[in-house]
Each structure stands twice: as C-alpha cells, then as structure tokens.
T-cell receptor, first 114, second 114 residues
C-alpha cells in the first residue's frame, strides 16, 4: 500500500542550527502538508503546498520556516535557525484532492533542539 | 476559529466491549471530518473520512457518524480488542476561513484490557 515516508526519524540539533526534514509523498498525490505535534499537545497545521507554491500557512510558519519540492518526489521542510520551542514531532501528509481529500500522514520526524 | 474537543480524554474497557468515542466542533462549516489512530511515538493512521454531505462511514469494526448541524461526530468500535489500544484523533477541515487545514482534537487514549 502506498505510504508517505519521512526522514530522518529522529534528529538532534543545537539551537541556532539549520535543519531539513524530508518527505516523499504518495506518488499520485498533488497536495502536500506539514503538521507538527509538540509533546503532549494537539497536532497543529504548519503549511500546505500545491502546484509548486504555498497555498496556505499558519501563524507558526514564520520566516524561519520554508518548504520546497526540489524534484518530482521529495518535499522538504527547512528550519533556518532552530529554537528550543521547535522541538516537536513533524508530520508530512499528502492528499490526492484538495479540500475534500483524505490526508495520509507519514511516521513523523522527531526534532530535538538542545 | 474552529475548535475541536474530544471526550473522554481517556477510556479503559475490557476486551470485547463496544465503545463510542465523541468529537465535537464549534464551526459547522466543514468540508469533511477525519478520524485517525496514533500509536505512541508513531504517525497518524487514517481510519475514516466523512464528507460533510455524508451521515456515516464504516470500515470493518469501525463506524463513524457525522451530525454537521450539531457539530458532532462519534466513532463506534465494535467488539474491541487489545490491539485497538491507541490514541484516537478527530480532525475537521473547515470550509470557512482557512479552507485547507485540518484542526485536530486532543484525542481519546483508549486502553483495551485483555
């Protein structure tokens, strides 16, 4: 069964360092998303991406964050200068359709900022 | 702003029992509602997607209902098994304001005792 894959599964970094989280969405999906879950808190929306551009972003997704689809298969989330409060599980998701589509999530990348 | 609430926060039942998990949302202007399962430290597994025009969806032992006008959904699990132990998350996709994001509840942590 097709699935969303994410790498790395866990990354530890020092505050102020740049981090890139990678995702391979399901191959025929056109809509891509990043969500995050801080330990013990709700899953929160970060950004959605369609047709090679950001279609929507939340207040969390400030100038320190960026997304890119560098090739036909990968979708990346970059955090330029990590902060302690960026420590969270980051989930990538994809869907075949837009607003009515079912989202499929990856296993997540756990980011720990020291 | 959409708010999603799940009750109860935790539930423990003996194996074989039928159970109901509840989800409520404040804004009835939605495209759809999606139920997920999350195992500890893992990703989100999609269980059921209900479009706003639908009243219920079934998959195996799972049945989800949607009453959009009252802002409620229930997930019914029949003949529970220890393998059903997980956190169950409800998420709605609003059709007003930010149209493409999912808003998640805090989840119900289910324990099925053998």
């Amino acid at each position: 069964e097709p699935e969303v894959t994410q790498t790395p599964s866990h990354q530890v970094t020092q505050m102020g360092q740049e981090v890139i989280l990678r995702c391979v969405p399901i191959s025929n999906h056109l809509y891509f998303y990043w969500y995050r879950q801080i330990l013990g808190q709700k899953v929160e929306f970060l950004v959605s991406f369609y047709n090679n551009e950001i279609s929507e972003k939340s207040e969390i997704f400030d100038d320190q964050f960026s997304v890119e689809r560098p090739d036909g298969s990968n979708f990346t989330l970059k955090i330029r200068s990590t902060k302690l409060e960026d420590s969270a599980m980051y989930f990538c998701a994809s869907s075949e359709q837009g607003a009515s589509g079912e989202l499929f999530f990856g296993e997540g990348s756990r980011l720990t900022v020291l | 702003k959409q708010e999603v609430t799940q009750i109860p926060a935790a539930l423990s039942v003996p194996e074989g029992e039928n159970l109901v998990l509840n989800c409520s949302f404040t804004d009835s202007a939605i495209y759809n509602l999606q139920w997920f399962r999350q195992d500890p430290g893992k990703g989100l597994t999609s269980l059921l997607l209900i479009q706003s025009s639908q009243r219920e969806q079934t998959s195996g032992r799972l049945n989800a209902s949607l009453d959009k006008s009252s802002g409620r959904s229930t997930l019914y699990i029949a003949a529970s098994q220890p393998g059903d132990s997980a956190t169950y998350l409800c998420a709605v996709r609003s059709s007003s304001g930010s149209a493409r994001q999912l808003t998640f509840g805090s989840g119900t942590q289910l324990t099925v005792l053998p």
